[in-house]
T-cell receptor
Framework: SQQGEEDPQALSIQEGENATMNCSYK?????LQWYRQNSGRGLVHLIL?????REKHSGRLRVTLDTSKKSSSLLITASRAADTASYFC???????????FGTGTRLTIIP | DAGVIQSPRHEVTEMGQEVTLRCKPI?????LFWYRQTMMRGLELLIY????????DSGMPEDRFSAKMPNASFSTLKIQPSEPRDSAVYFC??????????????FGNGTRLTVT
């Protein structure tokens, strides 16, 4: 399977702390995207990073990409209760144009 | 912008019955996707359309599944006959320029299907 793997599968932190989630993938990618899914809802796009980029920021989100290690990380700073959700990485592989989703990290922010 | 609209939100049916799920993509988006989400298999791409034409249906699990997009503003996913293992949340998503272009997918809130 070319599915990305998120790590950890579940993460619980105190409100205000930073949350870091990792994604590993298997072959060369065109781009990598992060999505959030609240319980009972559809996925919401957070940020996209292209294969020639190393870091991107969006508000409290910071995404890094290490193509040599075939991995990406999503950092959420100063977490809030509303950040409680599942987070998925999704990759577009060269030679396979489909957007393939990882297994997700379930993040719980404890008030 | 109303976003991607799916109906129904919940569907409970008995094994053997026909099920039809509906989707209205965001106006102007020319790609439409159907995904299925289960705890065991995660998010799986079933089929996608570009300009109303099915491009790749290799993810459709069996001949019991079919999808149509008769026009740019409507798509259906049909399961006939349904089986308990089809129980899942089915998502429709649309985007403007496809995956390689990096356009984000916009998801509907899904249809939770339960087949008893």
């Amino acid at each position: 399977s070319q599915q990305g793997e998120e790590d950890p599968q579940a993460l619980s932190i105190q409100e205000g702390e930073n949350a870091t989630m990792n994604c590993s993938y298997k072959t060369s990618i065109n781009n990598l995207q992060w999505y959030r899914q609240n319980s009972g809802r559809g996925l919401v796009h957070l940020i996209l990073i292209r294969s020639n980029e190393r870091e991107k920021h969006s508000g409290r989100l910071r995404v890094t990409l290490d193509t040599s290690k075939k991995s990406s990380s999503l950092l959420i700073t100063a977490s809030r209760a509303a950040d409680t959700a599942s987070y998925f990485c999704a990759t577009v592989y060269f030679g396979n144009e489909k957007l393939t989703f990882g297994t997700g990290t379930r993040l719980t922010i404890i008030p | 912008d109303a976003g991607v609209i799916q109906s129904p939100r919940h569907e409970v049916t008995e094994m053997g019955q026909e099920v039809t799920l509906r989707c209205k993509p965001i106006s102007g988006h020319d790609y439409l996707f159907w995904y299925r989400q289960t705890m065991m298999r995660g998010l799986e791409l079933l089929i996608y359309f570009n300009n109303n034409v099915p491009i790749d249906d290799s993810g459709m699990p069996e001949d019991r599944f079919s999808a149509k997009m008769p026009n740019a503003s409507f798509s259906t996913l049909k399961i006939q006959p349904s089986e308990p293992r089809d129980s899942a949340v089915y998502f429709c998503a649309s985007t403007l320029n496809g995956w390689q272009g990096g356009s984000p997918l916009h998801f509907g809130n899904g249809t939770r299907l339960t087949v008893t």
